[in-house]
């Protein structure tokens, strides 16, 4: 039988995962899950640990009012509130999408911008300003956060073990931050997946999930793999038209409640 075996959010996007024993779900995926994202003071471009490693290191925890509380080494924790989904309203650019969401104030820019050594400001989402999904996409109504594309992505714990038996050594699930892990499939079974549901909530698969850079950053540590593992090696297998693939982007039906444990069953 198939089953939720992890469950993860990243409250701040490119910060640390947290895993999660059970997660409601709403419009823009689990609740909680990047809903906070960094841009670049000037341009409002996004940070990533593409560019900032780092940002592996940085703790931000959700709290179930949903503000913020970040935390790093050699630094005091510091709480963000929610800020107003309409007051100080600031210009930022992800890939494609530019729009425009509520700043979190000068205390969190500051700490943050300590802590990155760039000045950056930190933002939040509010559901009514979430994005649309990429074009050709899933429906209308379907929403993201700050995600890079699609607010759930998907994982079959038996396709990491087959790519650990290729590189030869451990690896980290958290490298590919994945929100839903799933135990009891084949390799690479959710490739052909189209609907799943997982205790009572229905999910539809979109898309397999291009990987970079940030796979070969270690999550414990920030440092990136000299052998550019495991990215060299999905390349020898896992390569489609240039892109290379690993998890599948999904969308929920609705909201609801996961809970590790439960059954994991393809309707499609």
């Known amino acids: 039988m198939m089953r939720l075996s992890a469950l993860y959010r990243y409250p701040l996007k490119s910060a ?151 590189v030869g050594r451990p690896l980290e699930m958290l490298r590919f931050r994945p929100n839903l892990v799933v135990e009891g499939s084949a390799a690479f079974a959710e490739d052909g997946w189209k609907r799943i549901r997982i205790g009572a909530v229905e999910f539809r698969v979109l898309k397999p999930c291009e990987r970079c850079i940030m796979t070969t950053i270690d999550p414990q540590t920030g440092e990136r793999s000299p052998d550019r593992e495991p990215l060299a090696t999905l390349r020898t297998y896992r390569q489609k038209e240039g892109d290379v693939l690993f998890g599948q982007n999904l969308v929920a039906d609705g909201a609801g409640v996961v809970e590790v444990g439960m059954a994991v069953t393809v309707l499609e």
Not at 41 to 46: A, P, Q, V, Y
Not at 147 to 164: H, K, M, N, R, T
């Open 16 to 166: 640390r995962g947290e895993a999660l024993q059970t997660s409601s779900l709403d419009l823009l995926g689990l609740s909680g899950d990047r809903r906070w994202l960094l841009v670049e003071r000037d341009n409002g471009r996004f940070l990533t640990q593409r560019m900032y490693p780092q940002m592996s290191q940085l703790a931000a925890l959700h709290n179930t009012d949903g503000s913020l509380t970040l935390a790093a080494p050699g630094y005091p924790a510091l709480h963000v509130a929610v800020p107003e989904p309409d007051n100080d309203l600031r210009g930022i650019t992800i890939w494609r999408d530019s729009f425009r969401v509520p700043d979190a104030g000068d205390a969190a820019a500051q700490w943050l911008s300590d802590f990155i050594g760039k000045d950056v400001r930190l933002v939040h989402v509010p559901e009514q300003r979430a994005r649309y999904l990429p074009s050709g996409y899933g429906l209308n109504s379907d929403r993201v956060a700050f995600a890079d594309g699609f607010p759930l992505l998907l994982i079959g714990q038996a396709s990491l073990d087959d790519l650990v038996d290729k």
